[in-house]
């Protein structure tokens, strides 16, 4: 049993080092779409809405290659009405609210 046990633990703790090191779940800590912290093929993630602002920042994403076909209104952080959240994403915008923009 404690073979075993440590086995787990060893597994458990590199599968976090390997989160660790890639990222896991972000990137680079950024401030909105003009921070050049994000390169390549990244744009600056945001969650909730707060789009930089009173120092809310997100972190580097990869930009989506492709997106599904939904329509589920997001209003971006630039004030764009795009079609679903993956659109937005490949635009390089963050998510400001469900919905339209207003206009």
């Given at each position: 049993m404690?073979?075993?046990?440590?086995l787990i633990c060893g597994v458990a703790l590199a599968v976090l080092l390997q989160a660790c090191s890639s990222g896991g779940g972000g990137g680079?800590?950024?401030?909105?779409?003009?921070?050049?912290?994000?390169?390549?093929?990244?744009?600056?993630?945001i969650e909730g809405g707060a789009c930089g602002e009173d120092g809310n920042g997100g972190n580097c994403q990869e930009t989506p290659a492709?997106?599904?076909?939904?329509?589920?209104?997001?209003?971006?952080?630039d004030g764009i009405t795009f079609f679903n959240e993956c659109l937005a994403a490949q635009a390089g915008q963050s998510v400001r609210s469900q919905g339209e923009c207003p206009q």
């Open positions: 404690k073979g075993s046990l440590t680079a800590s950024c401030m909105g779409s003009a921070d050049p912290t994000c390169v390549g093929s990244q744009y600056c993630r492709e997106c599904p076909a939904d329509i589920a209104p997001v209003c971006s952080c």
